[in-house]
């Protein structure tokens, strides 16, 4: 009997580290990461610099422009994937913490769009900077909110590509979509939605008069209720509208975008880029199955599945199809 638990406690054993391995085996990425920190006036930035392992010329760079939430560089890991591939085809990627978030000074949702386009700016102006980084071949990539960051940068700056993901055209648009997509998705009523939305403009019409946090927590909902912060930054960036900065854009834009995004209207994004940006900069690229963060509907619904396939599988984590879109992108790049 001894015997016997002896040899179940090993092959529990046994398959336990198996499976540590084999996971500390898949996040292991084929790219060097450092810890980079730019000094600016509104504070210290703190990020991280991806490079190739083996690189023997001067190398593209993508600076990594984060959407809504206290994001990480990393994005908590989620961007490795990424990194790997575009440090596979010579580029380097620089993402910072967002500020307040692991060493950034400040506070994120005290920025405004313009504050995160010169946050974007010193950025460029640190990689620049660095003897491994070819300046004239810096591009972004974007997610969400980066939307209305990107087409205003390309103002400034001199870039060589943008990689959009998931943007919105108007901010306010974009919220009332978003709250209708997840109250049916939920089930709610007509009913029930035309109340929410009725409370959203309550809320808004607030903020477009620059109302006091007290004067909106006297109307909040308690199952809607904003923080401080939160309130400071709906009113800096209530009137984002993207659609003039659009035309901003003078070099190769990919436009990438999910069918199934409750967050963001893809057909109103796409018709206003395909109006707007000049069309032979514009590629745009729709995929059927994907939400949001690219992730599959199946994975973006449910929250083990997508946990299993970070730990065992991190490379498919987003859908079929999606950096190699970026891969083909970058590769037609004129040179």
Known sequence: MKHKVTISILIIFLLVGGAGLYIMMQ???????????????????????????????KLGLVLFIHGDGPIDASHDDGYKPLWERLASLGYASLSLNKRGINGSEGNWEHQNIQDRVEEARQAIAWAKEQPMIDEKQIGVWGASQAGWVIPRLAKQETLAFSLLLSPAINWISQGQYNTRSEMLAEGKSEAEIQDKLAYNQQVRQLLEKHASYEEYVKIARENSLMSRDRWIFAGKNLLSDATDDLRNF???????????????????????????????????????????SML???TANSNLRAILISLFAPRQITIPGYMDEIEQFLRKLPE
């Open 27 to 57: 996040n292991s990425f084929n790219m060097v990461e450092q810890a980079v920190e730019i000094q600016t006036p509104q504070g210290k930035l703190t990020g991280t610099l991806v490079l190739p392992k083996n690189y023997t010329s």
């Open 250 to 292: 003078n070099s190769p834009v990919l436009l990438m975008l999910g069918e199934e995004d409750i967050n963001v209207d893809v057909k109103d994004t796409e018709r206003v880029y395909r109006n707007v940006v000049k069309p032979e900069l514009l590629r745009v690229a729709v995929f059927p199955d994907a939400d949001h």
């Open 296 to 298: 599959a509907k199946q």
